[in-house]
């Protein structure tokens, strides 16, 4: 059965609005997990490590203003896409260790 | 820097017919590399896994093999159907952190 659930699958915005996307781990408690963005025909690419009680960790680039993680349980995060604009439009992922690598069902973002 | 090269880019399979993808990495320290299988709009979802020690191994017809020394890994598909048509990527993680080093992917499509 499906590990990590995300939510919601498909988001249609305005630009200029705010997105969340809910990452659950479905049957364990996850202190860590991360937040992936993958654009068409590309690779995943770490976005962020989202930690349990503590601040997420962003990777170079990231604008850590702009994606808002929260992860305030042991099985949710959250990932909030502030002030959205049409190059933000991509494909979202999360994802936990366990200790293998299991991946939500993605997120696509389209900004118009 | 950690690195995983994955080729073909992309390649297309009659249907009942094999193929072999490839992938070369220069993750170090190895901890292991994982197969993943990804449809359109959907996230990654494991294949297969292997550490230092394995040289293959399969998940109905798919059938891993890993060289440590070359660092290098494939992944053959027996027997095509055109389910299998999606996007497998390589993933190598570093026995240094969490991290995950992520291939470009090959992109496969079955036809009938």
């Known amino acids: 059965g499906a590990v990590v659930s995300q939510h919601p699958s498909r988001v249609i915005c305005k630009s200029g609005t705010s997105v969340k996307i809910e990452c659950r781990s479905l049957d364990f408690q996850a202190t860590t997990m991360f937040w992936y963005r993958q654009f068409p025909k590309q690779s995943l690419m770490l976005m962020a490590t989202?930690?349990?009680?503590?601040?997420?960790?962003?990777e170079q680039g990231v604008e850590k203003d702009k994606f808002l993680i929260n992860h305030a349980s042991l099985t949710l995060s959250t990932l909030t896409v502030t002030s959205a604009h049409p190059e933000d439009s991509s494909f979202y992922i999360c994802?936990?260790?366990?200790?293998?690598?299991?991946f939500g069902q993605g997120t696509r973002l389209t900004v118009v | 820097k950690n690195q995983v090269e994955q080729s073909p880019q992309s390649l297309i399979i009659l249907e009942g017919k094999n193929c072999t993808l490839q992938?070369?990495?220069?993750?170090?320290?190895?901890?292991?590399l994982r197969w993943y299988k990804q449809d359109t709009g959907r996230g990654p979802v494991s294949l297969t896994i292997?550490?230092?020690?394995?040289n293959t191994k399969s998940n109905g017809r798919y059938t891993a093999t890993l060289d440590a020394d070359t660092k290098q890994s494939s992944l053959h598909i027996t027997a095509s159907q055109l389910s299998d048509s999606a996007s497998y990527i390589c993933v190598v993680s570093s026995a240094n952190d969490y991290k995950l080093s992520f291939g470009a992917g090959t992109t496969v499509t079955v036809r009938a």
């Open positions: 992938c070369n990495y220069t993750v170090s320290p190895f901890s292991n």
């Open positions: 994802s936990v260790l366990r200790p293998e690598a299991f």
């Open positions: 989202s930690n349990e009680g503590s601040k997420a960790t962003y």
């Open positions: 292997m550490t230092f020690s394995e």
